[in-house]
């Protein structure tokens, strides 16, 4: 029976943008299972408004780019992960993957379809909001009914070791023939950004509907402590309200002249109550902490409507951990054979006709080209139109291997999902998905499917292990002022034997 261990880094925290390397060693004289290990990151997280309020509020994870600029990509949880590195004590280097947040980034898109998405969204960092719904925190306990308080609790980011190292697929690894074995990470934490979720001046765009945050008129006289939603709601899960949250809320007093006053105020919602019964089924009732407005006799209440307030929000990594597991039984290995990943950088300096020679080593049986946008350096999207990469071919030792071009563009060719079937066939990948458009996280889930989002593009081969190395040829065409070839990063999938 295994048995469940926490390692330690050996680095201390806070990790930030500038101290971002984590290393573990697997103590030797055991064997570990690490297709369920992951890397744990343990974050805190503190929020505070101007007021000096403990209200809670909603946030979400964001992607920077290379300059500093918040994008709206989704990002996978192991894009965290820059590169990687696992060596021992008896063998030296194992593996050493370079930019592995791009390579994961684009192999989860394929072998990952929607329902692979979905399930495990409860574990994302980076959240999309689904069909209907609102998009939540992840580490927020969020309460949409009653009188309990929603709370903030520390959060742990949970990085698989298979999404950074191919040995990870293994059961046991022999690290009692391995003996101390380091695996090392650089994270990415200065393209992680945390920002404000619902905040003010966002009632249109993230509260899921305007006509949600537009409240009922009221004539009740006297202290004004409630608000009921114009709107009906079939779920709450479509409700953008939380108990423990600040609203600022406006509208006008009118009198019997109909004469209208503006108000003005901030107050925090102390309960929540889903009306099942009544002219007002399916309404949400908001009771706040004290009264924001009096009516005396003949005046009311009228256009109320209620939006987010500010809050200032950060997050900090302050433990990094491995969790793994050591196999119950141990199992008699001679030598190990495994795949892994050998990167090499290069930059196309935006020519719309690229053609360029590269090495390839002569145990490589794959090759993944990988051609990251500039926005985000991580997500392989053929431009705004789709004409960045119209078509492309590939030629190994002066032999093509297509009789023609591969389309790849708005409208991809056969031989482009073939070429695709063909690479993730020859990985041992599963190909789930095919639909290659870039998953925003303003838009919600279900605009992958109402919106057009910006295509993904993907260009990888087969190869033939020789006993020398290869030369192989890329050309890559693109539209005229379409962007052209920039960053490239070439993952060659490389079979390795080592004797123990």
């Given at each position: 029976?295994?048995?469940?261990?926490?390692?330690?880094?050996?680095?201390?925290?806070?990790?930030?943008?500038?101290?971002?390397?984590?290393?573990?060693?697997?103590?030797?004289?055991?064997?570990?299972?690490?297709?369920?290990?992951?890397?744990?990151?343990?974050?805190?997280?503190?929020q505070s408004d101007a007021s000096g309020t403990t209200a809670t509020y909603n946030w979400e994870a964001k992607w920077k780019s290379p300059s500093g600029v918040v994008q709206n990509n989704h990002f996978d949880n192991s894009a965290l992960v820059k590169n990687c590195r696992m060596t021992s004590d008896t063998v030296g280097i194992l593996e050493d993957r370079r930019r592995n947040d791009v390579l994961i980034q684009q192999l989860k898109t394929y072998y990952n379809n929607d329902d692979d998405f979905l399930g495990r969204r409860y574990k994302d960092l980076c959240q999309v909001s689904g069909q209907g719904s609102i998009k939540l925190a992840p580490n927020i306990e969020f309460f949409k009914e009653g009188s309990t308080k929603s709370r903030v609790s520390d959060m742990q980011i949970q990085i698989p070791l298979k999404d950074c190292f191919e040995l990870a697929n293994h059961s046991n690894l022999p690290c009692d023939k391995l003996l101390d074995t380091r695996l090392s990470f650089e994270l990415n934490l200065d393209k992680f950004a945390v920002q404000q979720y619902q905040g003010a001046g966002t009632r249109t765009a993230d509260f899921g509907n305007v006509k949600y945050t537009e409240m009922a008129d009221d004539t009740t006289v006297g202290d004004v402590t409630t608000l009921t939603t114009k709107q009906v709601f079939e779920d709450l899960g479509q409700s953008p309200y939380w108990v423990n949250q600040r609203l600022d809320i406006s509208g006008v007093i009118r009198d019997a002249s109909a004469v209208d006053v503006s108000f003005n105020e901030q107050k925090i919602i102390?309960?929540?109550?889903?009306?099942?019964?009544?002219?007002?089924?399916?309404?949400?009732?908001?009771?706040?902490?004290?009264?924001?407005?009096t009516i005396v006799a003949t005046k009311s209440m009228r256009d109320v409507v209620v939006d987010g307030t500010n809050a200032t929000i950060s997050l900090s990594v302050n433990e990094a951990e491995l969790i793994l597991e050591e196999s119950g039984m141990m199992e008699r290995q001679d030598e190990l054979v495994y795949s892994t990943y050998l990167n090499e950088e290069d930059n196309g300096n935006s020519l719309t006709t690229f053609s360029r020679l590269y090495n390839c080593e002569e145990n490589a049986f794959n090759l993944l080209v990988c051609l990251p946008d500039e926005d985000t350096d991580l997500i392989c999207v053929n431009g705004t139109s789709a004409t960045q990469f119209e078509d492309y071919r590939i030629r190994v030792d002066n032999v093509d291997l297509t009789?023609?071009?591969?389309?790849?563009?708005?409208?991809?060719?056969?031989?482009?999902?073939?070429?695709?079937?063909?690479?993730?066939?020859?990985?041992?990948?599963?190909?789930?998905?095919?639909?290659?458009?870039?998953?925003?996280?303003?838009?919600?889930?279900?605009?992958?499917?109402?919106?057009?989002?910006k295509k993904l593009f993907f260009m990888g081969t087969p190869l033939a292990q020789t006993p020398q190395r290869k030369l192989v040829q890329l050309s890559i065409n693109g539209a005229s002022g379409a962007g052209g070839v920039k960053s490239i990063q070439l993952y060659k999938q490389v079979v390795k034997q080592v004797k123990l």
């Open positions: 029976m295994n048995s469940a261990l926490k390692l330690n880094a050996l680095q201390s925290g806070p990790f930030t943008a500038q101290k971002n390397l984590v290393d573990v060693i697997l103590p030797g004289g055991k064997q570990y299972d690490l297709t369920k290990s992951y890397l744990n990151l343990v974050c805190s997280m503190s102390s309960s929540i109550e889903w009306l099942t019964t009544g002219a007002d089924k399916g309404k949400i009732k908001l009771t706040m902490d004290s009264a924001f407005t009789n023609r071009k591969v389309v790849a563009g708005a409208n991809p060719s056969p031989l482009y999902y073939d070429r695709v079937g063909m690479y993730m066939l020859n990985a041992n990948l599963p190909l789930r998905n095919l639909i290659e458009v870039e998953k925003r996280t303003e838009l919600g889930w279900d605009a992958r499917y109402t919106n057009t989002p």
